[in-house]
């Protein structure tokens, strides 16, 4: 809430409770400060604090990832081992009869063998790769003698047989490297690859972030409100795009970043790479308000809508609610350490 309708909230929120009784409002917010109690014959104060008042709920965010096939096997055997679904430049995707496949980043597939006397896109691409691999190359497209010795360098790093030859088949190409990737599911140790099978599937599109909830609290959802959105120790802020009901007449929130793109920006390669992965996340009703924070049934409402608050020395200051939420409110006219009045003496 903010304005003259954080007001007007606040106002309404503080005519209730004072018709049902200060207690509740009382208990709420003395768990949150360190004062000490009044004696029992006494009006019942509290000091205001600095603090801050908000409401999230948590929730469960889905993200999904369509997947497409970007490369296939070329290699026939056994496959006798896979990689990680995480990939580098130059890192093992999988084997195949003990010959590892290795990724390289580029955008001219892999179609012939490189060896010296080969001149061509896909040259130059390798001699990129051997570069950024720590074998440092002019890509000129030209299999050389330099580039020669710089395969067999690359080989031999690898503890691979030297042969200076890059075989079809033992390079695959994607475009973006480092990236999150999928094998094909014949691509498996133990099963037998014949040549032609989908090898390495990667984002299709960007992965899409939705929040499944209920008509109660999609109807408490502001407009663009925040999602934050938590994933392996970070947090993505996420914003509420749009809504609409999902095929079992569920409402569901579409979430965004704050470009519109996906929540994950830059950091999308990071998620696990499997069709839908379920987050965690807190659905920000209410952003945080900081100041000077009361308990709710400090504050009083006079018939014309003005409040105020009684200090302990009997003192009526007229104060502003900012916000207020869960039995406290942020108000403006006192100040932190100051005592209010929140209940009449006890018998």
Known sequence: ??????????????????????????????????????????????????????????VAVTVTQPFGIIATNSLAG?????GTTSVGQGDTLFEVAGVP?????????????????????????LQRALTELGFPLVDDGDFGGRTLDAVKAWQRSLGEEATGIVRLGTILVLPQLPTTVRLGERIAAGLQVSGGEDAILVHADAPRFTVGTTA???????????????????????????????????PELEL???????????????????????????????ADVT???????????????????????????????VASQDGRAVVEGIAAGQRVLVAEPRS
């Open 1 to 58: 809430m903010s304005g003259v309708s954080r007001r007007v909230g606040g106002a309404l929120a503080l005519l209730v409770t004072a018709a049902l009784g200060v207690g509740a409002g009382y208990i709420a917010f003395s768990s949150n400060s360190a004062t000490e109690a009044s004696p029992a014959n006494d009006p019942l104060t509290v000091a205001a604090v600095n603090g801050s008042v908000g409401r999230s709920i948590p």
């Open 78 to 82: 056994v496959v006798t081992g896979v």
């Open 101 to 125: 496949v290795h990724a390289i980043e580029g955008d001219t597939p892999m179609y012939r063998d490189l060896a010296k006397g080969v001149k061509g896109k896909d040259v130059a691409q």
């Open 216 to 250: 109660e609290v999609a109807s408490q959802v502001p407009a663009n409100a925040t999602v934050v959105v938590q994933y392996d120790g970070s947090s993505w802020d996420a914003i509420v795009a749009s809504s609409h009901i999902d095929s079992n007449g569920q």
């Open 256 to 286: 965004t970043g704050a470009d519109g793109g996906p929540p994950c920006a830059d950091a999308c390669d990071s998620l696990p790479a499997e069709d839908a992965i379920s987050l965690t996340g807190a659905l920000v009703i209410a």
């Open 291 to 321: 100041g000077v924070v009361v308990p709710i049934a400090a504050v009083q409402v006079d018939a014309s809508g003005a409040t105020s608050v009684v200090l302990d020395d009997g003192t009526n200051v007229p104060v502003t609610v």
